[in-house]
Structure formats: structure tokens, C-alpha cells
């Protein structure tokens, strides 16, 4: 990628690129807790975006994206986003550095990247960290590693319309080679937490239904939990998340909150644990234990939270019947995208065969399979 990417640089631009990457994400657990301040545990992988860019002495910003075959050009004194165009992360990430202080001044920048687009890996977050960290090298701002993270959820936000949390762009800045990050999302710091698989692997299945967190259904959970939150704070005084109540409290929070709002609640709440008990099996070894907290993940937020869909369901509950088979759930803001799966190294052929088939059967189309190597966070080549 790095040599096609200069030379596709040089050809557009005539010029050598500084080259950025940051990588996507996988979550091995904790999904949908990071906006109630709780806690997740992902890790970048070793695809993701890269950007190439150089400074051209204009006020105007030419853009180039290698997957659309596009370009895009703009002022910095002029940004205006547009929602849905890729150049809308380019100028998001500007517009927030420059209301920040920063100096930026035209340049070139072109993108290219090997991350597959509505798998769930976040993309998004790993273009706009990689905008980020290309800019900061570039004009030598300096700009701390959870401030690019920072800026690049807030663009989401505001360019977007994704109300997302933390957790993507923190991983796609602070990965590490062969560790998960046990990221607190109240501090937003987090603990690196090795890695080691022994003889099992982890493989996504892509369901191949395509994702749009945009759709207002991430938003509304999120406002699901904010609403059992303002109720629940008139009788747990002090509380500020749904990450702040302990699983023993569940039966008086059922007490408290409505029907409808309890199984949003509870998910948030037991989530929070798993990933602690998830993190702490992993770092002594106890596979078993780390892949049924995985399996529980799924039940929870197919059931309870209601993000999965019917690919995802099939997905994961075909591959917890294997006995070669540790865990397996949804992964990320779900609706479609991938599932994340603990596999015996010796048995990933028959797991591709099995999923494969019944999938096939079932929804005429096949999985992709995806197998994952944590890897390091964003930075300059
Ligand atoms: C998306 C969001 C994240 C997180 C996950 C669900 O990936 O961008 O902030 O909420 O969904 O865990």
C-alpha cells in the first residue's frame, strides 16, 4: 500500500507524500457501553487508512480518495461538510482543529486504505484519525494521541450525525502489537492486556449486511439509557451512567425504570462486568471462561439491547454449537457487519465449511472471512 500510495501521490500531485496510517478496530467485548462512560475492550488490527500529504503553498486543500476514484477541493477559510461525502472527515477533522487554535495552512492529501467499508471495523474512525495524525505531523502540531481521538468522535458527531462514543478512535490512536486495550471510558485511559490465544484464534465472519449507525437507531439507544439515567438518578444518588450501578442493584432498577427501558438498562449494566471478567480471564489464560462471556455478550444484545439482526443471530449461534468453538458474538454498533469468533486454530477450515453452508442455504449469499492480527495504533511511516 505504502509505494502504490507514493506513487499515486507523486502522479496527482507531483510531489512525496508524508505517509499516515491508523488502523480499524475489533471489540473483542464490551459493546454499547462506551457512551455510558463504561467499559470496553477492543484493539486495532493490522488493516486500516492510510493518507498521503504534502503542503502546496495555496489557501485551497486538494483531496483525492483512491477508493472512489474521486477528487475534492476546498478552502480551510470556507469549510462546509457535507453529510455522507468522504470528503466531509478531511474538512470535519480541519474545521475542528482550526476552531482550536491550530494553524493549517492548503495541502495535498490523497486516501487509500485496505479496510473493508461496513464490516463494523470503523472505518470512519480510522480516516479521521489518520487525517488527524497526518495533519499533526505534517505542519508539526504536536497534537497528543487522545486529542486526534477526541477530535475524531466529535467529528463524527457533528459531520456525521453518529452520536457514537470513544472506543474507535481511542483504538485506532493507542493500539499495541498483541494486546487488547481495557479502555475506561469515564477517563478515557486504559490498560494494555496481552494477548495470548494459545491455540485458538480470532476470525470475523462478515455477515455482509450493511451497517448504517446513521440510521437513527444507535442514536436512540444511546437516548434509551440517558432516559433511564435522569429517572434512576432520583434513587441512586451520585450516579452520573448506567456504568455507576452494580449488577446486584438490577432488581431495583427493574423496579424503577419502565418496561420498555429495562432491557437497554440492564444490558449496559451487565456488559460493564463482563468485560472486567472478560479481561481478567484473559490475562491468566482461561480461554474457556473469556469465550462464554462472549457467547453471553451476544444473548444480551440480541435480546435485550436489540442490535443484532437475523445474519448475525444465525452467525453466532451456528458457531457456538461447534465444539471447536469458544465464543462468538456481534460485533460493534451491530445491525449487520461481522462477528467476532474464538476458534481452535486446527478447525478454522471446517468453521469457514459450516458457517459457510447454512449461511448460504439460509440467506443466499456466503460470509467473508476475515482473520485479525492485533496490531500497532495510528502513526507516520
Ligand atoms: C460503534 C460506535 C462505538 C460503540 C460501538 C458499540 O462502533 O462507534 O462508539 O458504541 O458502536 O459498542
Redesign the pocket.
Known amino acids: 500500500m505504502n509505494p502504490q500510495l507514493a506513487q499515486t501521490f507523486q502522479s496527482l500531485f507531483s510531489a512525496t507524500p508524508l505517509i499516515a496510517f491508523a488502523p480499524g478496530r475489533i471489540?473483542l467485548i464490551?459493546?454499547?457501553?462506551?457512551?455510558q462512560e463504561g467499559f470496553?475492550f477492543p484493539a486495532a488490527v493490522d488493516f486500516g487508512i492510510y493518507i498521503g500529504i504534502q503542503k502546496n503553498s495555496q489557501k485551497l486543500c486538494r483531496l483525492y480518495s483512491m477508493d472512489f476514484d474521486q477528487e475534492y477541493s476546498f478552502e480551510l477559510d470556507y469549510i462546509s461538510p457535507k453529510k455522507g461525502h468522504w470528503a466531509t472527515y478531511v474538512m470535519g477533522m480541519c474545521a475542528l482543529l482550526q476552531q482550536s487554535g491550530y494553524k493549517l495552512e492548503g495541502f495535498d492529501l490523497l486516501i487509500g486504505g485496505n479496510i473493508p467499508v461496513g464490516s463494523?471495523l470503523?472505518s470512519s474512525?480510522a480516516l479521521s484519525v489518520a487525517i488527524g495524525t497526518a495533519i499533526s505531523g505534517l505542519f508539526e502540531l504536536g497534537i497528543p494521541k487522545k486529542n486526534i481521538a477526541l477530535y475524531a468522535?466529535k467529528a463524527?458527531h457533528l459531520f456525521a450525525g453518529?452520536n457514537?462514543?470513544?472506543?474507535?478512535p481511542y483504538t485506532s490512536s493507542f493500539g499495541a502489537e498483541g494486546k487488547a486495550l481495557l479502555l475506561d471510558c469515564r477517563t478515557n485511559t486504559h490498560q494494555e492486556v496481552s494477548v495470548d490465544l494459545q491455540e485458538f484464534s480470532l476470525i470475523l465472519a462478515n455477515s455482509k449486511v450493511k451497517h448504517s449507525?446513521a440510521d437513527s437507531a444507535?442514536n436512540k439507544r444511546r437516548e434509551a439509557c440517558e432516559e433511564s439515567v435522569r429517572i434512576l438518578q432520583a434513587h441512586f444518588p451520585g450516579i452520573k451512567t448506567l456504568r455507576d450501578i452494580p449488577e446486584s442493584d438490577l432488581v431495583k432498577v427493574e423496579s424503577l425504570i419502565p418496561n420498555y427501558l429495562f432491557p437497554k438498562a440492564k444490558h449496559v449494566i451487565t456488559e460493564c462486568k463482563r468485560v472486567l471478567e472478560a479481561a481478567h480471564a484473559l490475562s491468566i489464560g482461561d480461554l474457556a471462561t473469556f469465550g462464554k462471556l462472549l457467547n453471553d455478550s451476544h444473548q444480551s444484545l440480541s435480546k435485550d439491547y436489540e442490535?443484532s439482526c437475523a445474519e448475525l443471530d444465525f452467525l453466532a449461534e451456528k458457531a457456538q454449537c461447534l465444539d471447536f468453538v469458544l465464543g462468538s458474538r456481534m460485533m460493534?454498533?451491530?445491525f449487520g457487519g461481522c462477528t467476532i469468533n474464538l476458534v481452535k486454530t486446527s478447525e478454522l477450515e471446517s468453521f469457514k465449511t459450516i458457517l459457510s453452508e447454512g449461511y448460504e442455504k439460509t440467506f443466499q449469499k456466503s460470509p467473508d472471512f476475515i482473520p485479525v492480527k492485533l496490531s500497532r495504533g495510528a502513526a507516520l511511516l
Open positions: 471489540n464490551g459493546e454499547h457501553t462506551d457512551y470496553v463494523g470503523s474512525a468522535q463524527e453518529v457514537c462514543g470513544i472506543m474507535d449507525l444507535y442490535v460493534g454498533g451491530g
